[in-house]
């Protein structure tokens, strides 16, 4: 089944479409929630939440990608849950991506920086289309999915050391780019 028809799916408020987007999907966003929580029950229970908003969300919304609009919706669910868990001290696999990006992405905790946030995104954006597809899909994969070096080592066939410190060269760039766009960093 295609994800338009997914869609269409939902659009007609018909509950396969719940069944069919699991089927298709639940691995993929069971991967993300798993890389950011490291904990199995929170991870399912973010996947269970992503179908009811994707439920809830479709309509009005009319996704052009399916995959990409559940991946964002159990991405921002698991975050959600990390910072909850965060705030109580529990540990999580999210903290080392967290500390990794911190030189290089801005906190949000002012107004100003709150009206920045499109125009962060677009300077990381375009970045990102500077660079090479495998330091592309890289970076993506280890800052938007949470893969470990561990498991890009095994994608790539490159040890995780060596990888390490290509993603260092990649935050270092992402850098210098916001430095040059102008982008405080404090």
Same mark, same amino acid.
Request: glycine letters at 4%; charged letters at 30%.
């Given at each position: 089944?295609?994800?338009?028809?997914?869609?269409?799916?939902?659009?007609?408020?018909?509950?396969?479409?719940?069944?069919?987007?699991?089927?298709?999907?639940?691995?993929?966003?069971?991967?993300?929630?798993?890389?950011?929580?490291?904990?199995?029950?929170?991870?399912?229970?973010? @996947?269970?939440?992503?179908? +009811?908003?994707? %439920? =809830?969300?479709?309509?009005? !919304? *009319?996704?052009? $990608?399916?995959?990409?609009? &559940?991946?964002?919706? @159990?991405?921002?669910?698991? +975050?959600?849950? %990390? =910072?909850?868990?965060?705030? !109580? *001290?529990?540990? $999580?696999?999210?903290?080392? &991506?967290?500390?990794?990006?911190?030189?290089?992405?801005?906190?949000?905790?002012?107004?100003?920086?709150?009206?920045?946030?499109?125009?962060?995104?677009?300077?990381?954006?375009?970045?990102?289309?500077?660079?090479?597809?495998?330091?592309?899909?890289?970076?993506?994969?280890?800052?938007?999915?949470?893969?470990?070096?561990?498991?890009?080592?095994?994608?790539?066939?490159?040890?995780?050391?060596?990888?390490?410190?290509?993603?260092?060269?990649?935050?270092?760039?992402?850098?210098?780019?916001?430095?040059?766009?102008?982008?405080?960093?404090?």
């Amino acid at each position: 089944m295609t994800d338009a028809e997914i869609i269409q799916m939902f659009w007609r408020r018909e509950e396969t479409a719940i069944t069919e987007t699991q089927t298709r999907y639940g691995a993929y966003c069971t991967h993300i929630a798993m890389n950011i929580l490291s904990d199995r029950e929170d991870a399912e229970e973010c @996947v269970s939440d992503t179908w +009811l908003q994707a %439920w =809830n969300t479709i309509p009005p !919304q *009319k996704p052009r $990608s399916l995959r990409a609009y &559940l991946g964002r919706i @159990v991405r921002n669910l698991s +975050l959600n849950r %990390w =910072n909850h868990d965060h705030a !109580q *001290k529990r540990y $999580s696999g999210m903290e080392q &991506l967290l500390s990794e990006l911190e030189d290089c992405i801005p906190a949000p905790d002012t107004a100003q920086r709150k009206l920045e946030t499109a125009a962060l995104s677009e300077i990381i954006s375009d970045w990102l289309e500077t660079l090479p597809r495998d330091d592309r899909v890289l970076f993506v994969r280890r800052y938007w999915y949470g893969d470990t070096l561990q498991e890009l080592a095994g994608r790539t066939g490159v040890s995780a050391s060596k990888l390490a410190q290509r993603m260092l060269r990649l935050r270092k760039g992402l850098k210098a780019a916001l430095e040059h766009e102008e982008v405080s960093l404090e």
